[in-house]
């Protein structure tokens, strides 16, 4: 048994319509992915700035932390050097060991 084709008549502005129905369906789909894209670029652009002003912060952080180090080395260098010179001590307990007399290399370098 042969199955009969049915062909309908679609009339010209039909067609036009269709067309562009898929026309505008194709550019709605155009423009939402060029919305998203710009919308993720505002996004990107935001948290960017925020890095930016934290990295900011994070160095003056950094920055204060090592002055107050060096503060307190300098403090401590003066009291041992106060304490030696109470104690009439020489250089001998100096946590260098290259400073003591009894220091010596452990390898002979030619």
């Given at each position: 048994?042969?199955?009969?084709?049915?062909?309908?008549?679609?009339?010209?502005?039909?067609?036009?319509?269709?067309?562009a129905n898929?026309?505008?369906?194709?550019?709605?789909?155009?423009?939402?992915?060029?919305?998203?894209?710009?919308?993720?670029?505002?996004?990107?652009?935001?948290?960017?700035?925020?890095?930016?002003?934290?990295?900011?912060?994070?160095?003056?952080?950094?920055?204060?932390?090592?002055?107050?180090?060096?503060?307190?080395?300098?403090?401590?260098?003066?009291?041992?050097?106060?304490?030696?010179?109470?104690?009439?001590?020489?250089?001998?307990?100096?946590?260098?060991?290259?400073?003591?007399?009894?220091?010596?290399?452990?390898?002979?370098?030619?």
């Amino acid at each position: 048994m042969r199955h009969r084709r049915l062909y309908y008549k679609i009339s010209s502005e039909t067609l036009k319509m269709l067309s562009a129905n898929r026309k505008a369906h194709r550019r709605r789909i155009v423009l939402s992915t060029l919305r998203e894209t710009v919308e993720k670029l505002r996004r990107l652009d935001a948290e960017k700035k925020n890095l930016l002003v934290e990295m900011e912060e994070l160095k003056k952080l950094t920055e204060s932390k090592a002055t107050a180090l060096e503060s307190e080395v300098r403090i401590l260098k003066e009291e041992v050097e106060s304490l030696r010179t109470l104690l009439g001590v020489k250089d001998e307990f100096s946590s260098d060991p290259r400073k003591t007399e009894k220091w010596k290399p452990k390898f002979n370098i030619k």
